[in-house]
């Protein structure tokens, strides 16, 4: 068996520092190694031109290495200061709003040029959406607990009570948030040093992840921006419950939240995976309500800790404007027809199209249950009607219900980040609709689907791109297929 050759630039495991000289896609910065062999291209997601970082290379091939940053060792020209905690939530928080969308609009065309084979992507190109709020957007933050903090001075991991953000690229260690991120509400994030003080008070230990005990484990927070309500989810294992008193606590959040305060929950979970809710385990009330109402585009939608909502609701108003005025650009092949929503989540997208055409029928299908649910629901508070949900699995539905083949003028898509499987995709383009609007919060995916609706004889009428996590290498599109 003949022997791998070694790697003449870097080697796997190796700590490299670097200048970062140009963007790809998804947040990747590209670093270049030179030496007597020649040029080698090493890419290093949350990086930015002109940055100079310490990186640890993971994946290590022929033609380029994938790296994880360790440290941003100096800032480029392009950034500036900002009165926020940096967090590794919004890698590029000091880099100016409007340098953000250009690289966001480069690096998203190329990608359309080079996966989907669409070299007019250029004369396509419809609108650049921005978010309504470049700072504090979020409507759903996450805090975690840790018995294991980083001393930023020694630059190493030290025995802390620790409530915040895990630190970059390491899972056992986290991070305390002191003061607001910029990203969620100014007034909590001010306040978590607070509640972060007093379940230190407690003497119970938080969460520590290499020896899988603690009683601490999350802080979870959702905000209504109708209502600017908040809803707390206190996440700890059940072995201390009994010295922790958890109507005390709900008194405490009252004292500084006051009327703000909607709701504590209190999740257990036992599981030494690293996630929120459980599998197993309880979510009980302690205090107020276990719901919030938040409003898009004139909807009313109830929220509770678990209802997937869109993150932006003020981006998401924007993003689905772009889709509605896509399906309904021509008005007439949607009013009295039957169009399908496809991975339709909570029916957001259905509803409103279904408030604004005339005796259209719309069929929404996800395979999330519990999102089929809250869709029913939202539809029956909102008053509309011609509305149907399915929970199944989009390509085996579409498989049980050929009834539907030539009947669908319009289909709207926004699948998750993985894209739509090839053969789901398949039995979509056998329903012979006329036009696709297909939403994507990740274009790599989407621009390879394009490749398999274009030989199918769909091409793209427009594309617009939708900011909703500013300070992220995230982007969502909005592209309008037609026959």
Sequence with gaps: MPRRERNKFVKRGEIIEILIEDYAFGGK???????????????????????????????????????????????????????YQEIPGAPYIQLP??????????????????????TNIEDVFDEFVTSPNVFHYRNKM?????????????????????LGFKRRGVWWMGENLDKDSGLFDAQFEDNLIKIRKYCQDTGLNPWHGPKREGFFRYFVVRKSYKTNELLFNLVTTSGDLPKFNLNTFASFLKDIFGERLAGLLHTINDEVGDRTIA?????DLVYGKDKIVEELLGLNFEI???SFF????????????KVIDYALENKEAIDNTVVMDLFCGTGTIGQILASKSTNTKIIGVDIVASAIEDAKKNAKRNSIEGLEFYAADVGKFLTEHAEYKNKIRTIILDPARAGIAPKTLK????????????????????????????????????ISLVDQFPHTAHIETVVLFEK
Excluded: W
């Design 29 to 83: 910065g590209i670093g270049r190694v030179r030496n007597e062999h020649g040029e080698f291209v090493v890419f290093i997601p949350n990086t930015l031109p002109g940055q100079f970082v310490k990186a640890q290379v993971k994946k290590s091939s022929k033609k380029y290495a994938e790296c994880k940053l360790i440290d941003v060792l100096k800032s480029s020209e392009d950034e500036v200061p900002v009165p």
């Design 97 to 118: 709003i409007e340098k953000q969308h250009q690289y966001k609009y480069e690096s998203t065309m190329s990608l359309f040029k080079r996966i989907g084979k669409v």
């Design 142 to 162: 996450e805090y975690g607990f840790s018995a294991i903090g980083y001393d930023k001075n020694l630059k190493t991991d030290v025995d802390e009570f620790t």
């Design 279 to 283: 599998t197993s385990g309880s979510i």
């Design 304 to 306: 509770s800790m678990k």
């Design 310 to 321: 869109q993150t932006n609701p003020k981006s998401a108003e924007k993003l689905y404007t």
């Design 427 to 462: 039995k979509i383009i056998h329903l012979n609709a006329d036009r696709m609007v297909y939403v994507s919060c990740n274009p790599a995916t989407q621009a390879r689907d394009t490749e398999l609706l274009n030989e199918a004889g769909y091409t793209i009428k427009k």
